[in-house]
């Protein structure tokens, strides 16, 4: 059996999620794609919530509490479409608002998202698309068909170009679901019905055609045939597209209940994927509507699909909750269809469209075929239309290169690559192959159009040929094919060195900027510069060193270009670029102080050396920024000396704010001791500025101890708004009347809260202001009253006294008052002074501070006009009271006639002095609790009761009549024989005797209502009063009840009975009840109280009434007399208590009576648990023949449930008549294995078909030893997963372990088999069968749980079916440890080179490569030719020389030296050199250039070869070791070698030590050789004098000739350069002269003059001295304005 064409997984399971399963449907569940899941769900607690799921990240669950009909999730956005009743809403996930709404019309059905911006509406009547842009509302499209009314719609789809839409619905009709299809075209606004369950469409390109068609795709399922049907709905450019049908399959067994639900294609793949209710999968062609592969992926209906991007596939929801994805196995694909379908025009079409494997060997038959047979022109095709580079390769272009050309005719390689151009990109080999005649031919402008359709695939050795004809086109290339190298020397060549950077960080490329950088500076400074702060600021970087590029820059005394270079890179305040800072600001500091400054106020930089700056900005006359660098004391008062008229006083006083508080108050002493009067204004500026830091105190110590009140007043003036010491506040109240400013004083005193008041009050005491307002003031804020009055009258100063308190404040009158009178002051004085201030002054302070002194009287005159004025103050009137009383004047009346003063008040002051007043003030007020004491003191207990029995306050009785009242019994005495006799009035009767009885009054309230009911006559048929005295008699004496019952007629026996019944008296309860004639009440009594069932039935035979015989039956049912209860029952033809009778019955086991009973019910009621109950008696009396007749007989019975208690009662036979008569065959099928029937019971289980069923018969036949039969419930059992595992532990558990297997091997043909059938049958093979172990895994690999498969063979130690597993399951890094660990069993040379590539764990190649080495050595390069692209080369090369196998591998080290590693570099070279092979060596070190060279060269130089001698002078020069190169030249006597190395160097040293060596050798020719080669650098006088002096100038003389013919020429050239050079100054003069005359300097300007220059004179700019080509500095923030003024205003630094 081949692999699975498909890839099928589970992606999510809901479930798992928390999501509940009542929330998984198709009117709660949404999926627009594969990208979000959005559910509606409702929790436990009734909450309603829209669940969002992100299927890339399905942990992170958005869930939001809101209540909606329906969520839709946008496919694309997180946007969520929200519909409440009518109204729609678009609402934004990430934004967190609504995007738009709009109100329907008419109840939505349906609605879908067709694309990422139009949300399609679906209506009764119509349908709507709604755009998710703007605020339009929904636009109707067309209306729905007639077919298509009372259906429920369950898709809407659209072509990509919306201009094609179907509409699908379902209904039932004839016990099957019908499907109909609306298709609708936009631009003929016609609709079609079309019968069918499904529908797609799809963009597909026709052979032939260039512009795809639109096709659409659909699925029906009728009565006569299933089908799927594609066909043209709009055309393309081609031929037209032929319909094709197909038929669809459905497994018999699955009825007519299956019908497609969903479509969805693939345009990649051209497959149709066709999902059904039932869960089975097919797909189709799209093409031919060929089916493809057919299978079932899911036991639960799906109701939801989507397309899913990701994999060209399907995505789909069941009921179970999983999340499904099926898509194209791209591996296995091809293979299926070739040997599955055997449909090789399929497999090559699709392998061709879609670059699959699987159809190598088809396409190279077929392409050798057409070749043979001449046929080139299909041959080229089918090459063309080949993946991959099955054919696409060097040997077929070969081949059509080979072809002879035939005349008139194009070649076929020219046919061939014109194929490859209209199918789409040439390879590297066809680029390469196609582009070098077109370049032969001159033909650029073709490959150009080429590159730009992108038709060829770029490559390094594409860029090598097209260079020499084109650099641009070249470099494009380059860039396209990553050759960094190339490009970077493209870049160089052509000067672009600002693009150099951008590609080194998009590519990561790394080159040596420093050298660049270096060129730059030398043709283009200022480029330089800008290059080089490019370097430094770039993302990713810095790629250079700023230290280096400013010593670069310096040395070549580009000072300009250095401060801008700085000036740049220092865009962040880092402590790391401390010299980097320094070295600006010395630059700037020296050659333009103004651009220094401009720097240094913008605060950019602060890591700097700022004494070192300090310094220099002293030097330059930047003196405040001179003390902003200074830190030590002596230099910041020497530049304060010199120059600190010259600081700003705004700067000097933000300045002294660094200095310490000791160091600030030294400067500010010194300030105010040399001339105080013209520092003072700034010494106040400094304290009000740091006023907290040096403490105010200090300062305000510091102005006293210079006796200067005016600098203290101005400070003071500054901070006491802001402070809150008393102190501060104090000394500015006494600066402040010691400079004479009374109005300040007056002010503070009034508006400041904080001076200590009582400092202040003994300062304005003796300072005796002209004026005492101050004085008044604060003594009137902090009420020094006393103080002031006593000061004010013993100073005579009676008129503040009267001011005071007429003008300033008449409320604190009484305390002035209060003093004056202690001072003894005169009657009369204080008499006018209180009328003058009248109704202003507060009358109960004023009485009480009066009073308090025992000078009441003093008042009434003024009390008296108060009254008179018609004031109702309470305290006025208090104090008339009290002097009234006193005066014993008429004080009664004025009690009672008064109503303005305080009860509470009089009434106290009068209890010592009149009780009775002290009542009459009490009761006028409603003073209860007062009144009471004030009667109980002086026993005025007749007024106290009357005055009770009127108030009628419920807490007042409580109060006097609890058991804390020591005069309670006087208090009842007077209520019983006074106060209530006299009263008529009911409610305060009312009142009395409930107060009586909430205070537990019994005996008391049982005298008084005797006395009021039995022996008076205004209450004596009262009911109310005859219910109370029963009453208080059941509570408190109960041997009276049974006479008052007989005495009295009016009460109310209903509500007094039950009270009785409370209190135990049953009997009098009976009594009552009796003779008011309430029977049923009575029986209950009787029952219930009583509890006398006899006298209970007796007195139910003489009332003789249904209601009572309810009851008796009721009692007697408790008691379970079921007999009795059930005649009580039939009497009172009563069947509320079935229930509880039957309980009963069943109890007692009385199911003859029951019957009667039950059937006397039915004949009343048509219970089903009634009905249900008499079958079940039935079945209980054995009476099956009536109990079948009854169940055949129209009925409600539950029959199930019924016969589920027979079941558990053991009355199989009773059950199997139910089971039979409602066609139950699951319990069917469990009664007949309690009765032995095994194969009747095989055959209910067949009819039940439930997975529960077919277990319960299997375990029974399992037992019974019924192989066959268990065979046959196991085969229906298995097909459930969950299932399968108990099934095989029932098994194995009993040890049939042949049969076991037997039955999962029979189970494999079934099309429900699953991966669990598959898994489980591997395991047991591994336990059981390990022989047939490896023959399954290779055949349904697919099908396998892997890793539970890879545990089973772990455990059983089967080495090589688990390296397989590992394998196919792609842990390659398992595998290739057990082919290791086990190599015996489990090791394969091509296996494992073939693995070994795939691992993720990295050190398991080194452990392969020992492995090899130790157990495989021959093998090993073979091992390394696929491990050198991943490995480590030093890693390996280490361990490989450790384990002493370096010789063995140089196959490996060759094919990787040109990955240029430094350790292959070495080890190779090392065995070069062992073997003597110096050529190669020298190809070696040639090529790559990484290895120690120096180490190489010094063990090479004492070789005995010369040709190694000769490398190691080789590898000297190239490390620019000329000395030890020449000089190990000079000892092998190879003097060409050491001239080239002496010229190479350019050091004329060695070119002059090596002249002499061959002098000295008399070498002459060599001597000749060596000048012409070494010209450049060697010095002529050198070169004469040692020529000379061995008198060998003639060898000189070509070298002598050269020299002269080229500094005669220089010297030419200097001469016609200084002529010019002299006109065009005379030029620039005379111009000069001309322009100076006209000059008119510009004062306005801020660039010139004294001050804008720092103190230097400045001159206007030297006219024509500018350069041509102006530098300028960086300038951020503006604050380097005036560098290149000031820059060009010089002439440049």
């Known amino acids: 059996m081949t692999n699975l064409p498909i890839r099928f997984q589970e992606v999510l399971q809901l479930t798992n999620l928390g999501i509940g399963s009542n929330s998984i449907g198709f009117s709660t569940l949404t999926m627009e794609s594969e990208k979000y899941i959005c559910i509606r769900e409702t929790t436990p607690d009734d909450k309603n919530n829209v669940v969002i799921i992100d299927t890339d990240n399905p942990s992170q669950i958005l869930r939001k509490q809101m209540k909606t009909d329906a969520a839709i999730m946008n496919p694309k956005e997180p946007i969520l479409a929200l519909k409440i009743g009518q109204v729609l809403q678009l609402i934004s996930i990430e934004q967190k608002m609504q995007l738009k709404s709009c109100q329907m019309q008419e109840p939505l059905e349906f609605w879908k998202w067709i694309s990422p911006n139009t949300l399609a509406l679906v209506t009764a009547t119509s349908v709507f698309h709604w755009t998710k842009e703007g605020n339009s509302d929904p636009v109707k499209v067309f209306d729905r068909h007639p077919d298509l009314q009372n259906t429920e719609i369950i898709n809407y789809r659209s072509d990509s170009t919306q201009n094609w839409l179907v509409l699908v619905a379902i209904h039932q009709r004839d016990g099957r679901v019908v499907g109909r299809i609306q298709l609708y075209s936009v631009e003929k606004q016609i609709s079609q019905s079309i019968e069918g369950h499904a529908a797609c469409f799809a963009n597909y390109i026709v052979p032939g055609a260039t512009r795809p068609s639109t096709l659409f795709a659909i699925s029906s399922r009728t009565q006569n045939a299933s089908k799927i049907l594609v066909l043209e709905v709009s055309k393309g450019d081609g031929p037209n597209f032929q319909k094709r049908a197909s038929d669809v399959f459905y497994p018999p067994e699955i009825g007519a209940s ?72 791209d591996k296995n694909i091809i293979p299926y269809i070739c040997n599955t379908l055997n449909n090789l025009e399929l497999a090559i079409s699709m392998a061709c469209k879609n670059n699959l494997p699987g159809a190598e060997g088809l396409l190279t038959t077929q392409f050798e075929r057409y070749f043979q047979q001449g046929q080139y022109k299909e041959a080229a095709k089918v090459a063309a239309d080949s993946p991959g580079s099955i054919l696409r390769n060097l040997q077929t272009i070969q081949k059509f290169q080979s072809i002879p050309p035939i005349p008139d005719q194009p070649s076929a390689l020219l046919q061939y690559f014109g194929m490859l151009l209209e199918k789409g990109k040439l390879n590297k080999v066809e680029s390469l192959e196609l582009v070098r005649p077109v370049l032969a031919q001159g033909k650029k402008p073709i490959l150009e159009k080429w590159l730009t359709e992108d038709k060829l695939e770029c490559s390094e050795q594409l860029g090598d040929e097209v260079r020499p004809h084109d650099r641009k086109l070249a470099l494009s290339i380059y860039y396209r094919a990553n050759a960094s190298d190339k490009v970077i020397t493209l870049f160089a060549e052509t000067g672009e060195f600002d693009k150099i950077i951008a590609y080194c960080k998009k590519f990561n490329y790394k080159p040596d900027f420093m050298f660049l950088l270096q060129r730059m500076a030398n043709a283009n400074p200022m480029g330089a510069a800008d290059f080089a702060v490019k370097l430094v600021k770039e993302e990713g970087g810095p790629y250079i060193d700023a230290n280096q590029v400013v010593e670069l820059f310096s040395a070549r005394n580009m000072i300009q270009e250095t401060s801008n270079f700085l000036f740049a890179i220092l865009d962040g305040d880092r402590p790391q670029d401390a010299n980097l800072q320094t070295k600006l600001l010395e630059i700037n500091l020296l050659h333009a102080p103004q651009n220094a400054d401009a720097i240094m106020g913008g605060q950019k930089f602060t890591h700097y050396n700022r004494l070192r700056i300090g310094g220099l900005c002293e030097k330059a006359g930047l003196y405040q920024r001179a003390l902003e660098h200074y830190t030590d004391l002596a230099d910041i008062k020497r530049v304060l000396s010199h120059a600190g008229h010259m600081v700003n006083q705004e700067f000097l006083v933000s300045y002294f704010g660094s200095l310490n508080p000791e160091d600030r108050m030294e400067c500010m002493r010194d300030f105010l001791r040399t001339n105080p009067r013209q520092n003072l204004q700034l010494v106040v ?58 109005k300040e004083v007056e002010r503070m005193c009034r508006d400041s809260n904080y001076y200590d008041p009582e400092k202040t009050r003994d300062f304005l005491k003796e300072a005796k202001l002209p004026d005492q307002l101050p004085l008044i003031i604060v003594c009137d804020r902090y009420e020094f009253i006393s103080d002031l009055t006593n000061y004010l009258y013993k100073n005579n100063l009676s008129k503040y006294i009267e001011a005071y308190v007429q003008k300033i404040n008449p409320v604190n009158t009484p305390l002035v008052v209060g003093a004056l009178l202690d001072l003894d002051c005169q009657e009369d004085y204080l008499r006018n002074l209180i009328m003058s201030v009248r109704n202003m002054c507060p009358a109960d302070s004023l009485v009480e501070q009066v009073e308090k002194r025992n000078r009441l009287k003093l008042l009434l005159p003024w009390l008296e006009a108060r009254v008179a004025e018609g004031n109702i103050e309470p305290a006025i009137h208090n104090a008339l009271a009290k002097i009234y009383i006193d005066s014993n004047k008429n004080p009664e009346a004025f009690l009672l006639h008064n109503q303005f003063y ?34 109980n003191k002086n026993t005025l207990f007749k007024n106290q009761a009357r005055y009770l029995v009127e108030r009628q306050d419920p807490d007042l009785w409580a109060y006097v009549l609890s058991d804390q009242n020591e005069y309670k019994r006087s208090l009842i005495d007077q209520v019983v024989q006074t106060a209530l006799p006299e009263s008529t009035n009911a409610t305060e009767v009312s009142a009395t005797v409930k107060a009586f009885m909430d205070a537990n009054l019994p005996n008391e309230l049982i005298e008084l209502l005797e006395k009021i009911v039995l022996e008076g006559k205004e209450f004596k048929t009262a009911k109310e009063l005859q219910n109370l005295l029963i009453l208080t008699a059941i509570r408190a004496d109960k041997s009276r009840v049974t006479d008052y019952i007989n005495r009295l007629d009016n009460f109310d026996g209903s509500k007094l009975a039950p009270i009785a019944i409370e209190s135990q008296l049953y009997e009098e309860a009976f009594f009552m009840y009796k003779k008011f004639q309430f029977n049923v009440e009575a029986i209950d009594v009787l029952i219930t109280h009583i509890g006398s069932i006899e006298r209970a039935h007796d007195f139910a035979e003489r009332c003789n009434q249904t209601e009572v015989y309810s009851k008796l039956g009721v009692a007697q049912l408790k008691a379970e007399m079921v007999k009795e ?3 009580s029952f039939i009497k009172a033809n009563d069947t509320e208590h079935y229930q509880e009778v039957v309980s009963a019955a069943e109890r007692k086991d009385e199911y003859e009576d029951l019957v009667k009973f039950l059937q006397m019910c039915r004949k009343k009621i048509k219970e089903p648990a009634i009905e249900s109950e008499l079958i079940f008696a039935y079945a209980k009396v054995n009476k099956l023949a009536e109990m079948e007749d009854f169940i055949n007989s129209p009925n409600s019975a539950h029959i199930q449930v019924v016969g589920d208690r027979c079941f558990e009662n053991g009355l199989y036979e009773a059950a199997k008549v139910l089971y039979t008569n409602i066609s139950n065959f699951s319990r069917l099928t469990s009664c007949l294995v309690k009765l032995g029937q095994y194969q009747a019971a095989v055959d209910a289980a067949r009819k039940a078909n439930s997975t529960k069923t077919w277990k319960e018969v299997s375990a029974a036949c399992i037992d019974a030893k019924e192989f066959r039969l268990a065979q046959v419930c196991g085969i229906n059992i298995i097909v459930h997963g969950d299932e399968l595992e108990e099934l095989i532990r029932q098994y194995e558990d009993r040890g049939y372990f042949n049969e076991l297997i037997s039955l999962l091997e029979s189970g494999l043909a079934s099309e429900r088999a699953h991966v669990g059938m598959f898994t489980e049958l591997a395991i047991l093979y591994s336990k059981y069968k390990e022989e047939k172990l490896m023959e399954h895994l290779k055949l349904f690999y697919s099908r396998l749980n892997v890793p539970k498969v890879i545990k089973a063979c772990q455990a059983n130690q089967q080495w090589p079916q688990l390296t397989y597993l590992y394998i196919h399951y792609d842990e390659h890094d398992n595998a290739i440890q057990t082919m290791i660990n086990h190599s015996i069993e489990a090791w394969d040379h091509v296996l494992f080179k073939e693995t070994i590539p795939k691992v993720a764990k990295l050190d398991l190649y080194y452990s392969a490569i020992s492995f090899y080495l130790e157990e ?13 692209p991943r490995i480590d080369h030093t890693r390996a090369v280490t361990l490989i020389r450790s384990l002493g196998h370096l010789p063995l591998v140089k196959p490996y080290l060759v094919s990787a030296q040109d990955q240029n590693v430094a350790a292959l570099n070495e080890a190779l070279n090392e065995l070069y050199v062992e073997e003597e092979d110096y050529e190669s060596l020298r190809s070696s070190i040639d090529a790559n250039s990484n290895f120690g060279t120096i180490a190489l060269a010094q063990k090479l130089e004492k070789h005995e070869l010369l040709e190694f001698r000769r490398i190691a002078a080789y590898l000297y020069k190239k490390n620019n070791r000329w000395a030890q190169s020449v000089e190990l030249s000079k000892k092998d006597k190879l003097y060409k070698d050491a001239i080239q190395s002496a010229s190479d160097s350019k050091n004329p040293a060695i070119g002059e030590e090596l002249l002499q060596y061959f002098v000295d050798q008399q070498n002459n020719s060599a001597f000749a050789a060596c000048l012409y080669t070494c010209y450049d650098f060697l010095k002529p006088d050198a070169v004469i004098e040692l020529a000379w002096r061995n008198n060998i100038l003639n060898y000189s003389f070509p070298y002598l000739i050269q020299y002269v013919k080229e500094y005669t020429t220089k010297v030419d050239q200097l001469v016609d350069d200084f002529k010019a050079r002299q006109k065009k100054t005379e030029e620039e003069k005379e111009q000069q002269n001309i322009e100076s005359s006209q000059y008119q300097p510009d004062l306005t300007n801020l660039s010139y003059g004294y001050a804008a220059t720092g103190g230097m004179l400045a001159l206007p700019p030297a006219v024509g001295y500018q350069q041509q080509q102006p530098q300028q500095m960086y300038n951020p923030n503006q604050m380097m304005g005036g560098f290149q003024q000031n820059y060009n205003q010089y002439g440049g630094f």
């Open 1125 to 1127: 209860c059930i005649e």
């Open 1416 to 1428: 495989q050595p021959l093998l090993i390069n073979d091992l390394l030719s696929v491990l050198s």
């Open 258 to 329: 299956d019908f497609p639900v969903a479509m969805q294609i693939s345009e990649k793949y051209e497959v149709i994927y066709m999902v059904t209710k039932l869960g089975y999968i097919h797909l189709f062609d799209l093409g031919t509507a060929n089916l493809i592969y057919r299978n079932r992926i899911s036991n639960e209906n799906i109701f939801v699909t989507a397309f899913e991007e990701s994999t060209n596939g399907i995505i789909a929801v069941n009921r179970k909750g999983q999340v499904l994805s099926v898509s194209i196995d």
């Open 685 to 742: 500026a400094i304290a009000v500025s740091y006023s907290d830091q040096i403490t105010p105190e200090a300062i305000i110590a510091m102005f006293e101890s210079f006796r200067l009140y005016e600098g203290l007043y101005l400070y003071l003036t500054q901070v006491v708004v802001t402070s809150t010491s008393p102190e501060v506040h104090f000394k500015y109240i006494e600066a402040a009347a010691k400079i004479n400013q009374f």
């Open 902 to 935: 305080d009860s509470k008040v009089v009434g106290k002051y009068c209890e010592k002095r009149d009780p009775y007043l002290s009542f009459v003030a009490y009761k006028r007020g409603l003073c209860d609790y007062e009144l009471i004491e004030v009667t």
